[in-house]
């Protein structure tokens, strides 16, 4: 199979170090040998370092159960409130 | 080799079978000239098929590197458009060379790409010359004191640098960017021989990687005009050119000058003198100092160039070529020189393999080693005056 890529010709003139379907050639492929394994490291301590920080971050805020807050037992009842519900005036003109 | 469709081929076959003997054990009293191809590599190493096949355990150690040889050599006359052979222009100031080896330099120095290990065999054959120094000069230089690079050598190298890298002068083009150039920094290249006869293009390569600074390019040698007499006639031993010097400007930043004659003749005239180790320094490409064929004649420059104190880098054909040299000057000269750069094999060496007529057994590559020494210097030292 041929890749479309190739079939669809170069849009713009580029590199010759990659070739027509946007892959390395073997040339740049010998340039990077030198620093493939010092990059992965390299790519390999920004990851770990990023990764533990967001677990850390996880770990500190999942750790967080509130015992500062105090819950009560029974919901609270709120405050008697006049004129709500059932008439409770006993004097003046609307007083029975 | 012997069947080649190349005429010069055939007869580079024909010069192996007149002048190589048979390395067979065999002769070693009676040594005979090669008759025999092997159908392997196509090179005559021996002097029947008899002997080929006795000492194959020999030879298939060397095969594949001759094939190679032989193979690049056919490529070379096979016409072919060879597209590595076009070289960038000047470097950006903003783009570093990388000097770790040939693949990353040749990216970095914005090469088109070479993907053929045969092109790049080719294309670093010629590349090694310039290379070579420039890997040694440049301030980029893979070779540093964690590397080779002695005290003395960074003294040395610093000093270089020190003009082939200067500071920006805000010089112009015109009336106001007129500004006083420094003297041309003058490599010497004695004993030259397929150097001086390189394409101009391949040594122009030394100016765009120090874009600022010019250079002087004097090759000295008996043998610096071999195979171009034809093409560049020496001139007349005139008065104003008393050593029919031939002088070509290859471009406003490089100079290259020729010189038919051996380098103790000129420097006892003073042409060249003063010396500066600002500016100056030598260059050996495989002089073969310790060759018992070549060791008189350097005898006599050897104190010569220890008097200049001038840095002296040497590239020797073979790790035993290249201790051979070292050997030598330490035989001649104990104590009188400071090594630079220690001995060791070149990062930038041809990698194609070079076979020797007289001997094809004995494979070499362009500057597979280098190395570097200078004169001694003598610091002025206090001496305490007795009291009276």
Sequence with gaps: MIPTRRLLGPVAPRSSYYQSDYTQGPSLIRARKPFLVKNLLTGAAILALTGSIYLYTIKAVAQDNFEDVTVPDAPTQPAKTPNVGTSTITSGPLGK | ?388
Excluded at chain 2, 177 to 199: C, D, K, W
Excluded at chain 2, 222 to 235: F, H, N
């Design chain 2, 1 to 388: 080799m012997d069947k080649s469709p190349s005429p010069s081929m055939r007869e580079r076959a024909a010069a192996i079978k007149r002048t190589a003997y048979c390395p067979h054990p065999d002769h070693a009293s009676s040594p005979q000239h090669v008759k025999f191809t092997c159908s392997d590599c196509g090179v005559p190493t021996y002097c029947s098929e008899d002997h080929w096949a006795a000492d194959y355990e020999n030879h298939i150690l060397i095969c594949d590197a001759l094939r190679e040889a032989n193979e690049d050599d056919h490529d070379l006359r096979s016409g072919r458009f060879f597209p590595e052979f076009e070289y960038p222009g000047e470097q950006m100031d903003e783009a570093l060379i990388n000097f770790t080896n040939w693949d990353t330099f040749l990216y970095t120095r914005d090469f088109r790409a070479v993907n053929d290990p045969r092109s790049l065999r080719q294309v670093t054959r010629l590349l090694t010359y310039p290379i070579t120094i420039a890997s040694f000069l440049h301030e980029l230089s893979p070779y540093n004191l964690r590397h080779r690079l002695t005290i003395e050598g960074l003294k040395s190298v610093s000093a270089l640098r020190y003009t082939l890298h200067p500071p920006k002068t805000g010089g112009g083009k015109d009336m106001k960017g007129i500004r006083i150039t420094p003297p041309p920094v003058r490599i010497f290249m004695l004993g030259a021989r397929a150097e001086s006869s390189l394409p101009r293009e391949v040594w122009h390569q030394l100016t765009h990687m120090f874009p600022i600074s010019t250079f002087h390019l004097v090759f000295i040698g008996p043998e610096s005009l071999d195979g171009r007499s034809s093409e560049l006639p020496a001139p007349d031993r005139t008065d104003s050119n008393p050593f029919g010097a031939i002088v070509e400007r290859v471009s406003h930043n490089m100079k290259i000058s020729t010189f038919v004659e051996h380098y103790h003749t000129l420097h006892a005239t003073g042409t060249f003198a003063p010396f500066d180790p600002y500016f100056d320094c030598f260059v050996l490409f495989h002089p073969g100092l310790g060759h018992p064929g070549s060791a008189a004649e350097w005898e006599n420059t050897l104190p010569k160039l220890l008097e200049t104190k001038c840095p002296v880098l040497v590239t020797g054909y073979t790790e035993n070529d290249m201790e051979r040299d070292v050997n030598w000057i330490n035989d001649k000269c104990k104590g009188e020189f400071d090594m630079l750069l220690e001995p060791g094999e070149n990062r930038f060496k041809s990698l194609r393999w070079d076979i020797n007529d007289a001997d094809p057994t004995d494979l070499s590559q362009g500057n597979w080693g280098v190395w570097s020494f200078r004169g001694k210097r003598y610091e002025a030292t206090r001496k305490d005056v007795e009291e009276v």
